[in-house]
C-alpha cells in the first residue's frame, strides 16, 4: 500500500488557493454582471429626490396629445360627431377638397362644379394639428396651473418648497410661472463692524482672586466676591468701593443681585447659598443641600426661584422665600460649573466638566436635551439677551446653538485656551475670557474674531497671575467688567475714536469653518 505524503496546512491552504484561482482566473477580464435592480433602485430614488415634487405631472410622453376641437368647441374624435359633423363647422383652411374632376385639363360642367370631394377623418385630424394655436388656446397656457397652484388645489398651502430637494425650488405665488427655478447657493454673512475695545479703569481691594462679580439692574453699582472671603459693593460709575460684605468661611464663587427684592444672593466653595438684605446689610436665608462646593448661580427672571450648580455633580432649585430645594437637577456625571435661566422654555441650562450642556424642564426638573459636541469640560454658558440663542465655552472651541431643542449652529474658533467665561450684549458682541489672560470679542452672527488682547497685568503680579475668572457687560452693553487673577476688577469700554477706516473688518470666511458638530 503506497503511503500517502503528508503536508502542513500551511501547504494545502496554500494548494487549495492555487486550485481556486485556476478556476476562476479566466473570468477576471470580465467585468461584474449588472444588478438591474439595485440600478432601478438607485435611478428611482435620484428621481424622487430631484424631481419628487413634480412626478404627479408626468413627462412630455404620458401627456395625451391635444385633442382637435370644432369651432363649436365639439371633440371632432367623437364618431357619431364625425359622422354627422358637416364641414361648414370647420375652420376654412380645413373645409372641403378640390372640385371634382381636379385634374388638369379636365373640363368641369355645372353639375360637376358644385359637387365637393370632403376631407376623411384622418385628413381633418391631420388638417387641424398643423394649425396655428387659437387666441383662446394661447390664452389658456398663459394661465397654465403651477406646481405652486396644484399643491395649493391638493390642500398642501404650506409646503412651498420640498424638504429634501437639493437642487430644485418650488416657484411661489405671485411669480413667473415657470414650474421649477435653482436654488439660489446659500451666502455667509458678512460680520457687522464693531468698535474696538480698550482698558478704562482698573480697580483693586480684594486681597485675593476675584472670582465673580454681577452689576445691580439700575447700572448704578455692581459687586464682586473674591477668594478673601470678602464682597465688596463697588460705585460703577466712580469705581469707588461702598461696602464689605463678610460671611463665607471660603472663596466666594456666584453672584446675583435680584431685580425685584433689595436682596443680593452669593455662594462660594464652603457649600452655602445665603441672601443678603441689601437694606440692613445682614444675611437673612441660608439655603442648605449641597455636597460640595457651588461654582455658580442665577436667578428666575420672572418666579421667585434661585438657581445653584456645585461641584456634587447636581443643580439646585430653590424657593427664594421657604427656602426649600424645588429640584434637584441630577444628570452631569461630573462638576456643574455654569448655570442660567431664562423665562422661556427651556428655562434653565447648565455646562459641566463632563464634556455636555444640559436644557432643563424647569416645572418637571427634567433634562429635555443634552448636548454632547464638546469634547472638553464646559466651563460657561450664555443666553443672548434678545435672541432664542446660547454660547457654550470649553477649550476646544466656543458653540453657539439655538433654542429650544438645542440645536447647533456655528463654531467660533481661535481661542485656544481654558475658557472661564463669557459675556454678551444686545450689540451682538460676545466676549471670551481665558485662563491664561486672553480677552476675544467676536461677532455673534459670523464668529469672526474682530479682536483679540492680553488683559494687562497689575504692576507686582506674576506672569502666572494672568487670568480672567468672570465677566458681565453693565445693563447699558457699554461696559465690560472683568474679574482677574491679579485680584483686580478691570472696566473696559468702546474706543470712541476707532472707525471702519481705521480698523477695516479683515474677514476671510473659510468654507471648513461651520463643522457639522
Known amino acids: 500500500m503506497q503511503e500517502v505524503q503528508k503536508h502542513s496546512v500551511h501547504t494545502l491552504v496554500f ?111 391631420q388638417a387641424l394639428q398643423g394649425l396655428a394655436p387659437s387666441q383662446a388656446r394661447v390664452e389658456q397656457n398663459k394661465m397654465a396651473a403651477s406646481i405652486y397652484d396644484i399643491q395649493q388645489q391638493a390642500g398642501l398651502p404650506e409646503r412651498v418648497a420640498p424638504p429634501t430637494s437639493k437642487a430644485l425650488a418650488l416657484v411661489q405665488p405671485g ?27 482698573v480697580i483693586s481691594g480684594h486681597w485675593g482672586w476675584v472670582r465673580c462679580l454681577a452689576v445691580e439692574p ?117 462638576t456643574v460649573a455654569d448655570v442660567k435661566c431664562q423665562a422661556a422654555e427651556p428655562q434653565v441650562l447648565t455646562g459641566s466638566h463632563d ?39 470649553s477649550p476646544d472651541n466656543i458653540k453657539q446653538w439655538k433654542f429650544p431643542d438645542g440645536n447647533f449652529i456655528q463654531n467660533f474658533t481661535g481661542h485656544n485656551t481654558i475658557i472661564n467665561c463669557l459675556a454678551l450684549n444686545n450689540d451682538n458682541v460676545l466676549v471670551s475670557g481665558g485662563d491664561n489672560g486672553t480677552l476675544h470679542f467676536w461677532d455673534w452672527k459670523t464668529g469672526y474674531n474682530f479682536q483679540r488682547f492680553q488683559a494687562p497685568l497689575q504692576p507686582g503680579s506674576i506672569d502666572s497671575e494672568a487670568g480672567v475668572f468672570a465677566m458681565t457687560f453693565d445693563m447699558s452693553g457699554s461696559r465690560l467688567l472683568t474679574a482677574e487673577a491679579d485680584k483686580t476688577v478691570k472696566i473696559y469700554k468702546e474706543d470712541d475714536e476707532a472707525s471702519e477706516e481705521t480698523h477695516p473688518i479683515n474677514w476671510k470666511p473659510e468654507i471648513i469653518k461651520r463643522r457639522r458638530y
Open 218 to 334: 439700575g447700572n448704578q453699582w455692581f459687586v464682586t466676591g473674591s477668594a478673601d472671603r470678602v464682597i465688596k459693593v463697588w460705585d460703577l460709575a466712580s469705581g469707588q468701593l461702598k461696602l464689605s460684605l463678610t460671611g463665607h468661611v471660603s472663596t466666594v464663587r456666584g453672584l446675583a443681585v435680584s431685580s425685584r427684592q433689595p436682596y443680593l444672593f452669593s455662594c462660594g466653595e464652603d457649600k452655602q447659598v445665603k441672601c443678603w438684605d441689601l437694606e440692613y446689610n445682614k444675611v437673612i436665608r441660608h439655603y442648605h443641600g449641597h455636597l460640595s462646593a457651588c461654582y455658580g448661580l442665577d436667578l428666575h427672571p420672572t418666579i421667585d426661584v434661585l438657581l445653584t450648580c456645585s461641584r456634587d455633580s447636581t443643580a439646585r432649585v430653590w424657593d427664594m422665600r421657604t427656602k426649600a430645594c424645588v429640584h434637584t437637577l441630577v444628570g452631569h456625571s461630573s
Open 15 to 125: 494548494r487549495s488557493l492555487k486550485r481556486t484561482h485556476d478556476l476562476f482566473l479566466s473570468e477576471y477580464p470580465n467585468p461584474i454582471p449588472p444588478d438591474e435592480k439595485g440600478e432601478k433602485i438607485k435611478i428611482k430614488t435620484k428621481i424622487r429626490d430631484q424631481y419628487g415634487p413634480i412626478l404627479h405631472l408626468g413627462t412630455a410622453k404620458d401627456m395625451p396629445k391635444p385633442i382637435p376641437h370644432a369651432a363649436n368647441g365639439t371633440t371632432l374624435t367623437d364618431p357619431f360627431h364625425i359622422e354627422h359633423q358637416h364641414d361648414v363647422d370647420l375652420p376654412a383652411e380645413v373645409q372641403g377638397g378640390y372640385a371634382y374632376p381636379s385634374a388638369p385639363g379636365v373640363q368641369l360642367t355645372a353639375d360637376t362644379a358644385a359637387a365637393t370631394h370632403a376631407l376623411s377623418e384622418q385628413g381633418k385630424l
Open 175 to 201: 411669480h413667473d410661472k415657470t414650474a421649477l427655478v435653482p436654488r439660489k447657493a446659500p451666502t455667509m454673512p458678512k460680520p457687522d463692524w464693531h468698535p474696538p475695545w480698550k482698558l478704562f479703569r
Open 355 to 393: 464634556s455636555t450642556v444640559r436644557l432643563w424642564d424647569l416645572a418637571a426638573g427634567k433634562s429635555k436635551a443634552t448636548l454632547t459636541n464638546h469634547k472638553k469640560s464646559v466651563r460657561a454658558v450664555q443666553i443672548h439677551p434678545t435672541l432664542h440663542m446660547f454660547a457654550s465655552a
